[in-house]
């Protein structure tokens, strides 16, 4: 049982925790000896992995792992293809072994076919496969030991996708490098880059970053989300399913309960017209329901911005993702609607 883990990671079909006295426990499959603990063999219980007992933080990727350690080294292990592990090798180890030339790491991140690690320069050193250029040195050739990210010397934190890497700046902004088949580098194009180039459009107070496969999110300072790349899936969380080369924030309308006015709570809400934000009880006996209109309304009543009308809509009922109807409304016909430019 683990009753003191500090921190925790997930990779493809496993898990991996950083116990409080340093040592990592894993368990799931171990095809590539991922969990560490020197055999290829499955485990449904956690098992301590061999020879770490000063870990800070683990990060995983999708069959090879990595642990930062207190004296700002990093050791690896699991499969190794493409030199996954950073040992100038592309042996796969059940047992973990020191990434190369690491010897001030403040952070770690593992993508599904490269590894990375912020120093305390600021620099960024990444590792591994290279086919789309996301190890940053200005190539596509496999790293089986650490390179320099070109051009990077003000990062705070990493996060890797699938083809991808993303670093937090410290001036707040976002700078992303590799496969950009949708968009997912943020900057406008669909332009592969094989070092940091353009920064992420319109962030500029990013406080943490987190990579998908094919998408990206920033968390900024006011609390909000902005989310960039495909959204084939509704994953940029936008209302919409198209992908988006440049970051679109995240619908955040709450609709929690009967809200009026901005300080009455008589009337239904639920269409998306207004919504809570004091936590109050709406509709009930116990306070009136601070409220604020939602993006397309305006007024004391929160009143349409706008509505859909046959001439505007008719023709494509908003399937382009330019506009859609709330309340129930159809297209042509007088119900409120939030247009908004896509």
Same mark, same amino acid.
């Given at each position: 049982?683990?009753?003191?883990a ?36 499955q ?62 790491? $403040? ?25 789309y ?68 459009s ?30 084939n ?25 009967p809200?009026?006015? $901005? ?21 009930g ?56 430019p896509?």
């Amino acid at each position: 049982m683990i009753s003191s883990a500090q921190d925790i990671a997930l990779g493809g079909y496993y898990t991996c925790a950083v116990i409080t006295d340093g040592k990592v426990n894993c368990w799931g499959p171990n095809t590539n000896g991922q969990l560490g603990d020197g055999t290829t063999t499955q485990r449904t219980t956690p098992v301590e992995v061999d020879g770490i007992t000063t870990a800070t933080s683990i990060a995983l990727g999708q069959s090879h792992s990595c642990a930062l350690l207190t004296d700002n080294t990093v050791f690896c292990w699991g499969s190794n293809s493409n030199g996954l592990l950073g040992d100038e090798t592309i042996t796969d180890s059940n047992t973990p072994v020191e990434v190369s030339d690491i010897t001030t790491a $403040t952070s770690i991140a593992l993508g599904d076919y490269h590894s990375c690690a912020v120093l305390t320069d600021s620099k960024v050193m990444c590792w591994g496969n290279n086919y789309y250029g996301f190890l940053g040195d200005g190539t596509t050739e496999v790293r089986t030991t650490p390179v320099e990210v070109s051009g990077i010397t003000t990062a705070m934190s990493i996060s890797l996708g699938d083809s991808n890497s993303c670093a937090l700046l410290t001036d707040n902004t976002v700078i992303c490098w590799g496969s950009n088949s949708v968009g997912q580098l943020g900057d406008g194009t669909m332009t592969q880059r094989t070092i940091p180039v353009d920064e992420v459009s319109g962030i500029t107070t990013a406080t943490s970053i987190s990579f998908g496969d094919y998408h990206a999110c920033a968390m900024l300072t006011d609390g909000k989300v902005k989310c960039w790349g495909s959204n084939n899936q509704g994953q940029l969380g936008d209302g919409t399913i198209i992908d988006r080369h440049t970051p679109v924030e995240v619908d955040g309308r709450i609709l929690l309960a009967p809200c009026s006015t $901005t300080t009455d709570s008589s009337k239904d809400g639920s269409d998306g017209s207004f919504y809570c934000i004091n936590g109050g009880t709406a509709g009930g006996t116990t306070g009136s329901c601070t409220c604020a209109c939602s993006a397309g309304y305006e007024g004391t009543n929160c009143q349409t911005a706008s509505a859909c009308t046959a001439s505007s809509v008719s023709s494509k009922g908003g399937s382009d993702g330019s506009f859609y109807c709330i309340n129930g409304g159809t297209v042509g016909g007088t119900a409120r609607a939030w247009r908004t430019p896509r």
